[in-house]
């Protein structure tokens, strides 16, 4: 199956700081999305997004499919941001294949 | 509220018993995903379906069964129940089988085996 990978593992900010989060997959996908699993375990999507940039607030995606990559971008992050962030993609079939996630944590 | 409800939130039960989670899809949604997740193997597809048919498996074990009745509800059975089981499930619904669809997902059933 498609590899995905995600960088960092573990990022600490500062409310007011700007961040960016890397998903590298493995081979070429259709489907590419973005979750946030907010620390009561809720799992919340914030992008579908296979190809091109989103904006949606303070975030922000872009997926370069022909370099296999993708980009979450958070500015003046929150203490709300706090979570870990998923990347995923659809593997063979129809189903999401997960990446192992990046935590977040923003102090005040 | 996603619109997947999945009841209940949380389950204890002891080793050996069988236990049954439900997910309601989003309204208009026709597939249905199983996940777990656990401290060790992250989030893990179990299952698929679309329209009351099974689509595809993943790493489901044998102790496991699911289905999607007629009116698009899903039901994850899980007997034989071990400590390893322990775990958070997930149900997802999207518009249609296929690669061009967002996915939503329920709260999850935060199960523990004791």
């Known amino acids: 199956g498609i590899q995905v990978e995600q960088s960092p593992p573990d990022l600490i900010l500062q409310e007011g700081a700007n961040s960016t989060l890397r998903c590298n997959f493995s081979?070429?996908?259709?489907?590419l999305q973005w979750f946030h699993q907010n620390p009561w375990g809720q799992l919340i999507n914030l992008f579908y997004?296979?190809?091109g940039t989103k904006q949606n607030g303070r975030l922000s995606a872009t997926t370069v499919a022909t370099e296999r990559y993708s980009l979450l971008y958070i500015s003046s992050s929150q203490t709300t941001d706090s979570g870990v962030y998923f990347c995923?993609?659809?593997?063979?079939?129809?189903?999401?294949?997960f990446g192992k996630g990046t935590s977040l944590l923003v102090t005040p | 509220d996603s619109g997947v409800t999945q009841t209940p939130k949380h389950l204890i039960t002891a080793t050996g018993q069988r236990v049954t989670l439900r997910c309601s899809p989003r309204?208009?949604?026709?597939?249905v995903y199983w996940y777990q997740q656990s401290l060790d193997q992250g989030l893990q597809f179990l299952i698929q379906?679309?329209?009351?048919?099974?689509?595809a498996k993943g790493n489901i074990l044998e102790r496991f069964s699911a289905q999607q009745f007629p009116d698009l509800h899903s039901e994850l059975n899980l007997s034989s129940l071990e400590l390893g089981d322990s775990a958070l499930y997930f149900c997802?619904?999207?518009?249609?089988?296929?690669?061009?669809?967002?996915?939503?997902f329920g709260s999850g059933t935060r199960l523990t085996v004791v």
């Open positions: 997802a619904s999207s518009v249609a089988m296929g690669a061009n669809y967002g996915y939503t």
């Open positions: 081979d070429s996908v259709n489907n």
């Open positions: 997004i296979p190809s």
């Open positions: 995923a993609v659809v593997d063979s079939g129809y189903a999401l294949n």
């Open positions: 309204s208009g949604d026709l597939s």
């Open positions: 379906y679309y329209n009351g048919e099974e689509r």
